[in-house]
C-alpha cells in the first residue's frame, strides 16, 4: 500500500564519509525500483533504478542494494559531499505502473 | 534528459476560489502523467493517473470533483484544485511517462497556499 510518513527520520554523516540509507518496501510484487533526491523546494530527481531481476547496479559514487527476500532496498553514497544534502526517497513500481513513494530520509552533512 | 515543466511554481489564493496548474512534457509525448501533493516534512502521496484522451484514475481517498484532472495532449495535463480551502494548501508534483517506458520525470513542483 502507500506509504506516507508524518516525520522524516535524519541521517547525519561527516563529509567525506560512506552513507547508507535504507528502505523498506511493501510489494512484493513490484518489479521497478527507483531512488529520488529531493531539495527543498523541488521536484523529485531521478538518482538510481534497479529491477527486481538485479540485486546490485552502481552509478557515479553510489550504489543500490535490493533484497527481495526481505522487501529491503538501500542506497550507498561513496565520499558524501555537501551537496548530497537533501530528503532521499525509495519508490516501487506496482504492477498497475504507479509509482508509489516511500517514507523519506533527510540526509544531514557534517562539516 | 526528458524535462517536465509546471505553472504556475507558486500560487496564493483565497478561500473558495479555484486554481489551475499545468504540467508539460517539453521534449517527449507523456502517455501517461501522475499527480502527486507532498505536506511538509512528508512524502509524495499519488493522487491520480492520467492517460492521453481518457478518464483520469484516482487514488483512495481523493475528491474527483474536486482535484480536476484534463489530459487532452500528449505534452500537457492540468490539475484544477476547485474551491480551494486552506487544508488544500500543499505542493503539488506531476510526473510523466512516455510510452513503454518505466522511468517517470518530475516537474518541479507547484506550491500552493490557500488564505
Known amino acids: 500500500g502507500e506509504s506516507v510518513g508524518l516525520h522524516l527520520p535524519t541521517l547525519s554523516v561527516q563529509e567525506g564519509d560512506n552513507s547508507i540509507i535504507n528502505c523498506a518496501y511493501s510489494?512484493?510484487?513490484?518489479?521497478?525500483f527507483i531512488w529520488y533526491k529531493q531539495e527543498s523546494g523541488k521536484g523529485p530527481q531521478f538518482i538510481i533504478d534497479i529491477r527486481s531481476n538485479m540485486d546490485k547496479r552502481q552509478g557515479q559514487r553510489v550504489t543500490v542494494l535490493l533484497n527481495k527476500t526481505v522487501k529491503h532496498l538501500s542506497l550507498q553514497i561513496a565520499a558524501t559531499q555537501p551537496g548530497d544534502s537533501a530528503v532521499y526517497f525509495c519508490a516501487e513500481k506496482f504492477r498497475d505502473d504507479k509509482i508509489i513513494f516511500g517514507k523519506g530520509t533527510r540526509l544531514h552533512i557534517l562539516p | 534528459g526528458a524535462v517536465v515543466s509546471q505553472h504556475p511554481s507558486r500560487v496564493i489564493c483565497k478561500s473558495g476560489t479555484s486554481v489551475k496548474i499545468e504540467c508539460r512534457s517539453l521534449?517527449?509525448?507523456?502517455?501517461?502523467m501522475f499527480w502527486y501533493r507532498q505536506f511538509p516534512k512528508q512524502s509524495l502521496m499519488l493522487m491520480a493517473t492520467s492517460n492521453e484522451g481518457s478518464k483520469a484514475t484516482y487514488e483512495q481517498g481523493v475528491e474527483k470533483d474536486k482535484f480536476l484532472i484534463n489530459h487532452a495532449s500528449l505534452t500537457l495535463s492540468t490539475l484544477t484544485v476547485t474551491s480551494a480551502h486552506p487544508e488544500d494548501s500543499s505542493f503539488y508534483i506531476c510526473?510523466?511517462?512516455?510510452?513503454?517506458?518505466?522511468?517517470?520525470?518530475f516537474g518541479p513542483g507547484t506550491r500552493l497556499t490557500v488564505l
Open positions: 521534449d517527449f509525448q507523456a502517455t501517461t
Open positions: 510489494n512484493s510484487a513490484s518489479d521497478y
Open positions: 510526473s510523466a511517462r512516455a510510452g513503454g517506458l518505466d522511468t517517470q520525470y
